[in-house]
């Protein structure tokens, strides 16, 4: 059997199906979804799709995982609002290099109105990417529980200083120099921008060409981005840098769970996000990246980041449907 339907006479393999379709609207490199699920024996289990990886930007499958650590850490939100403690094995099997984690519904506790908020923020959060309006930043206790949350989950936050913030620029503009010259790269981000349906970036997504002090992913639509940019210069922009003290896929996967939590905290905290990966992706720009933190800290996603638009959210980007991207049975 492999419909919902089969797992809704059981109330765990019910809460598993559930968390893995909770799961499907985490954040993911260019909208690729690279996660498949599968509700089996009173467990979930979560493996990359290797058919779902970008050759060019991803060789690696850094960002690959670090996707899969995003979905991984909304399913544990799903499952602790739902009642149950989530058990998680990570990469239990080093003969299956695709499965990143095993996870079981522990002891039943009714879940705190931390978790209850914490998991409604999984409908609202969005990658923002309109550029920020005025000189309002994100306040320091707000920074504080990002934070927080991204050392609950193995990694590090850093907070780049303003004076730094030139040689993210740098890099920024060295990766995109390097992304388009790259024509292999270029064909494949052209290929994740132009999918109509359940997958990819859409234009209306994308905010119109404006002038940043930091320059964001260029997807090469020009006047096709649909996003209105608003007002904003993003002048205010603060950059917060996820990093982990390993550079391995059991990092990757501690790192994509840390920003699934830093954002989830802060669509709640009412402010909005949107990653830059170019600077990952591109090795000369994650070293000069890297030389901005602590000299142990791997650099593993930007998250630019500021106050939410009074304009409203921006629009929800496309999902496979839950029946091909979770198994049961
Ligand atoms: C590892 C990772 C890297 C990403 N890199 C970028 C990026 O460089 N630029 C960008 O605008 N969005 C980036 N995103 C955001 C995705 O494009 C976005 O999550 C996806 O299109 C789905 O949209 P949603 O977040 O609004 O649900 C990234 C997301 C992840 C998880």
Same mark, same amino acid.
């Given at each position: 059997m492999t419909t919902k339907q089969s797992a809704a006479g059981d109330p765990v393999a019910a809460a598993l199906y559930r968390a893995a379709e909770d799961a499907l609207l985490a954040p993911s490199i260019l909208n690729t979804q690279p996660w498949h699920w599968r509700v089996h024996d009173a467990t979930l289990e979560l493996f990359v799709d290797p058919a779902r990886q970008l050759h060019a930007a991803d060789p690696h499958w850094r960002l690959m995982i670090i996707s899969c650590g995003a979905a991984l850490?909304?399913?544990?939100?799903?499952?602790?609002?739902?009642? #149950?403690?989530?058990?998680?094995?990570?990469?239990?099997?080093?003969? !299956?290099?695709?499965?990143?984690?095993? @996870?079981?519904?522990?002891?039943?506790?009714?879940?705190?109105?931390?978790?209850?908020?914490?998991?409604?923020? @999984?409908?609202?959060?969005?990658?923002?990417?309109?550029?920020?309006?005025?000189?309002?930043?994100?306040?320091a206790d707000? @920074?504080?529980?990002?934070?927080?949350?991204?050392?609950?989950?193995?990694?590090?936050?850093?907070?780049?200083?303003?004076?730094?913030?030139?040689?993210?620029? #740098?890099?920024?503009?060295?990766? !995109?120099?390097?992304?388009?010259?790259?024509?292999?790269?270029?064909?494949?981000?052209? !290929?994740?921008?132009?999918?109509?349906?359940?997958e990819g970036v859409p234009p209306e997504t994308v905010a119109g060409p404006k002038p940043r002090p930091v320059p964001t992913r260029d997807f090469g639509l020009g006047d096709e981005a649909g996003l209105e940019p608003g007002p904003g210069d993003d002048r205010s922009a603060d950059y917060l840098v996820v990093a982990t003290a390993g550079d391995d896929p059991a990092a990757w996967l501690h790192a994509g769970e840390a920003i699934s939590a830093v954002w989830l905290h802060a669509t709640v905290e009412g402010l909005a996000i949107s990653p830059m990966s170019d600077v990952i992706e591109i090795p000369g720009a994650r070293m000069l990246l890297r030389s901005l933190l602590h000299p142990?800290?791997?650099? !593993?996603?930007?998250?630019?980041?500021?106050?939410?638009?009074?304009?409203?959210?921006?629009?929800?980007?496309?999902?496979?449907?839950?029946?091909?991207? @979770?198994?049961v049975g």
């Open positions: 850490h909304h399913a544990r939100v799903s499952l602790r609002a739902t009642g #149950y403690e989530p058990l998680v094995h990570r990469r239990p099997d080093p003969h !299956q290099p695709w499965l990143l984690a095993r @996870i079981q519904a522990g002891p039943v506790h009714p879940p705190p109105a931390s978790v209850l908020r914490t998991y409604q923020g @999984i409908r609202r959060r969005r990658t923002d990417r309109r550029p920020f309006v005025g000189d309002v930043r994100v306040p707000a @920074i504080a529980g990002l934070r927080s949350a991204a050392e609950a989950e193995h990694a590090s936050l850093y907070l780049l200083d303003p004076a730094d913030v030139v040689y993210l620029r #740098y890099a920024a503009q060295g990766a !995109q120099t390097a992304g388009a010259r790259d024509k292999v790269q270029a064909a494949e981000l052209r !290929q994740w921008t132009s999918r109509a349906g359940q142990t800290a791997q650099p !593993q996603l930007v998250l630019r980041a500021g106050p939410a638009s009074d304009a409203g959210p921006p629009p929800e980007s496309p999902r496979r449907p839950a029946s091909e991207a @979770i198994d």
